[in-house]
């Protein structure tokens, strides 16, 4: 018997909110001061959020971070980011008939200047616990500046709209995974760690310091991809895991925000046994940054709602439809890896059929509640949930 496809995903009462704040009945298209009245409050409010980051960095930038950013150059980029953010809210004013955009973005450019604007006085002090604002907010800008646009030059379904059911859902994932990255990077660190130094003994690591970074990355991709796979594949066909790997497929709706939405369980156990070979193995600081890089990259590229496809990379590197199939109603437990397709061929879970994209994405008879409170807590509840 086919599977039948998800009923439409219900707004959630915070999706409604969000949209009675920032929607409204009149077009969208270019042209009508939709997009600058967006981007004009998302760089009033990513000015804004920067500003306090400058009040108080002991408190709001990740310690990795902190001391490696250029102040003056940020300053520079502060200013600019209030100035295109005041000329984009007043051309929404101007353009739309409906104010809410242009008004709220010129109300984030006030507070902005009012809490000191590019010239206030960097911060001082000691803080015994970190939040990363910061990595929100340089995340938060490049992310919806570069794909948001894209996704609506090029969709891969033009009926999906930028505030569609769930995002609001997303949206607090991308916020909790930016601001607790210290805390969940500690949780990552230490078992990878023990695991590590548990098995030292046993393997002697690698003498990568005479390989050139290139071929020491590529090796990192292929030895993290191969490890991903497996943890992957086990959240898929283990039954006490599969539910908190369900939170991420829950999401109907593909696009740049919609791989955000991961159970701290997943992200913890994924990122635990995904990094333990790569100490193991002994690769150079340098090499891990980047790859880390490139993954996050791929995570956000993999689920856009762009319609892109070059069939020649699709057989080298994972591209956003061999990762949709992944999250296809059906065929399930398709197209595990991140990075080489070439893995889930070698284990018999490869499907791309030439030229296709999934019809519908998310989960058969989806148990999972739309909320985010509800979300973290549903994994623990359920003894078992079969998804075969």
Known sequence: MDREAPAPQAYTALDRAAERLLGDNFPKHFGTGWFSGLAGVLLSFGSFMAVLVFRYPHWLTISETAPRYPVETMRLLLALALMAGFLLSATSLVLRPSKRLGITGLAFCLAAIVAGGSTVAVGEGQAAFRIGLDWFILNLVLLALVFVPLERLFPLKADQGIFRAGWTTDGIYFLVSHVAVELLTFFTLLPATLIAQALHARFSGLNTDAWPLALEVLA?????????????????????????????????????????????????????????????????????????????????????????????????????????????????????????????????????????????????????????????????????????
């Open 220 to 388: 990192v991709m292929m030895v993290a991809d191969l490890a991903q796979y497996a943890v992957h594949r086990g959240f898929h066909r283990t039954a006490w895991a599969w539910p908190f790997h369900a939170i991420h497929h829950s999401s109907r709706a593909m696009d740049w925000l919609a791989g955000s939405r991961l159970h701290v369980v997943d992200i913890i156990a994924t990122r635990t046994f995904t990094l333990a070979p790569l100490l193991i193995i002994g690769f150079s600081q340098q090499a891990l940054y980047i790859w880390l890089v490139i993954i996050a990259v791929q995570a956000t590229l993999n689920h856009v709602n762009i319609r892109f496809d070059v069939p020649v990379l699709n057989q080298l590197i994972v591209l956003p439809r061999f990762h949709h199939w992944h999250h296809a109603v059906t065929p399930i437990d398709k197209n595990f890896a991140v990075h080489f397709p070439w893995i889930d061929r070698l284990f018999g879970t490869y499907h791309m059929p030439k030229g296709e994209w999934p019809e519908e994405t998310g989960i058969d008879g989806d148990p999972v509640p739309p909320e985010f409170g509800r979300q973290l807590v549903w994994p623990f509840r359920r003894r078992r949930f079969d998804q075969d």
